[in-house]
């Protein structure tokens, strides 16, 4: 086969969807694999303090721009934990979501 122009175009074509193939294959073979978990945060989130984060504080809520649901998560120390409650029972549906969870202790492992 003599070196073309067109013949280098082809084969550049032919390496360039053998390329796509071969990203999609492996895609393909990433897609059961779990997302992965980001370690918690081990201080409170609440600005200027220092305590470490004993509770997880999660509500999930309409966006009031309509966009959807959203879900914020924060991590807080026992004292601001107590604190917290529902604020935006407004935007509540049937999804809605407000939980505290205590973080899991690396300790008991």
């Known amino acids: ?13 032919d390496e360039a969807r053998r390329r796509i193939e071969r990203d999609i294959s492996e895609a393909r073979e990433r897609g059961d694999e779990p ?4 370690d918690p ?3 409170c989130h609440r600005r200027g303090c220092s305590e470490p984060a004993a509770f ?5 809520y309409q966006e ?3 966009a ?4 914020a998560t924060a991590f807080l120390c026992a004292d601001h934990a107590a604190d917290e409650s529902p604020a935006n029972l407004e935007d509540a ?3 809605y979501v407000f ?3 205590p973080v899991a202790d690396d300790a008991d492992d």
């Open 1 to 13: 086969m003599a070196d073309t122009k067109s013949g280098r175009d082809e084969q550049a074509r």
């Open 35 to 38: 997302e992965p978990v980001a």
């Open 41 to 43: 945060p081990t201080e």
């Open 56 to 60: 997880s504080v999660t509500e999930r």
């Open 64 to 66: 009031e721009t309509g």
């Open 68 to 71: 959807g649901a959203v879900e």
């Open 93 to 95: 549906y049937e999804g």
């Open 99 to 101: 939980h505290v969870e």
